[in-house]
Each structure stands twice: as C-alpha cells, then as structure tokens.
C-alpha cells in the first residue's frame, strides 16, 4: 500500500470517551503532521515529529496527545473532547521538513463529539 | 509568522471557461509556495509548487508564477473541465523548517 492511510475514515464519540485516530505511511518519509480542518477556517497544524520525535506542539489542548511509536506511524489519542473538537483530522508526512518539500496528505478522519 | 490570503468563494464556472484563483502572502525571506487542491471527502494532494522567485509550477494544466514583487501566486487553467470542481488552497512554507501555513481554500464548481 502506497501514500498516507488514515483510520477510521469517520468516529462518532461521546465527551467521555477515548478514542485513538491511527496514520500510516509507507513513503519512506521522516517527518509526519497532524493538522485540523474546520469548516471555515484554514487548515490549523496541530503537532509535527521529526525522525518520531515530536518537534513542534502548537498550543494544542492536552485532551489531544499524540504518539508517533515509529517512523511509519502516528498516533492522535483523544479524551474528554468538546462539540468544538469536531472537524476534519489530517495526517500528512513529507521527505524531510524544510521549505521546499510538499506534503503527502491522508484522506482524514471525520470526528463528530457528542 | 507567514500568511496566505485567498480569495473567497465559491466560484461557479461553466465548463471550458477560463480560472484564476487568487493568493497573496505575507512572509520573511523567500518562502516555497504551494497549491493543493481536496476533492469531496478526499484529503489534500499537492497540485503544484514553485521555490523562487519568478518560477512557474505548473500540473493538469493548472499554473501558477512565483512573483516576488506583488508577493502572490495566482492559479490559472486556461479551460476547466467539470472534474475540476473541489476545493483549492494556497500555502506558504514558513521559517528555516517549511511548516505549511495554509489559505481558508477555494471552492470551485464547474457546471456543465
């Protein structure tokens, strides 16, 4: 399997619930980003690893807790969400970071709280 | 930090008409611009890009011109068919690391 996989495509979950969003690639790629996509807004980026060490926290809530076990993989554990979390979540990973290196982006995951 | 402006849509366009998606930006230095474009339900995928000044990223007859001096990066396609419909971002590497900062996107609608 080629590109960035994301499961589950769609979650539904309760305010007290936790729940994980799962990302893959098989790129070969040294760098993965979770970003947040909320209807009207630009797209918000919420946590970078670089080489599965996390270089970059964007004032993210700590309901939200990432995990990145290998280089092929990142992790978004999610606890005691609001209605406001609900947006579309974004895997991408691209070769290195840097400023000329686009993105490889998933297909998301459509989180719905209740 | 950088910043991207994008005009508002949607755009409503019949098809074979011509398309220009406007972007500005905000940054230090001479950043890497990019266009995405998300088709319904799909992620994001890398439509074209540019890394300096006056460079011309061009993809699916889709372009787009690095210019310095009015610090934007158009999107043009000279006859858009109707599976051009989706949405398009525009977006802005930022700092020594590249984060891509994005637009709030475009959304075109081709008509028949």
């Known amino acids: 399997e080629t590109g960035v996989t994301q499961t589950p495509r769609h979650l539904v979950m309760g305010m007290t619930n936790k729940k994980s969003l799962k990302c893959e690639q098989h790129?070969?790629?040294?760098?993965m980003y979770w970003y947040k996509q909320s209807a009207k807004k630009p797209l918000e980026l919420m946590f970078v690893y670089s080489l599965e060490e996390r270089v970059e926290n964007n004032s993210v809530p700590s309901r939200f807790s990432p995990e990145c076990p290998n280089s092929s993989h990142l992790f978004l554990h999610l606890h005691t969400l609001q209605p406001e979390d609900s947006a579309l979540y974004l895997c991408?990973?691209?070769?290195?970071?840097?400023?000329?290196?686009?993105?490889?982006f998933g297909s998301g995951t459509r989180l719905t709280v209740v | 930090g950088n910043s991207v402006t994008q005009m508002e849509g949607p755009v409503t366009l019949s098809e074979e008409a011509f398309l220009t998606i406007n972007c500005t930006y905000t940054a230090t230095g001479y950043p890497s611009l990019f266009w995405y474009v998300q088709y319904p339900g799909e992620g994001l995928q890398l439509l074209l890009k540019a890394t300096k000044a006056d460079d011309k990223g061009s993809n699916k007859g889709f372009e787009a011109t690095y210019r310095k001096e009015t610090t934007s990066f158009h999107l043009e396609k000279g006859s858009v068919q109707v599976s051009d419909s989706a949405v398009y971002f525009c977006a802005v590497g930022e700092g020594s690391q590249g984060n891509l900062i994005f637009g709030k996107g475009t959304k075109l609608s081709v008509k028949p």
């Open positions: 991408a990973s691209s070769q290195d970071r840097g400023p000329s290196y686009g993105y490889t």
């Open positions: 790129l070969g790629h040294n760098a």
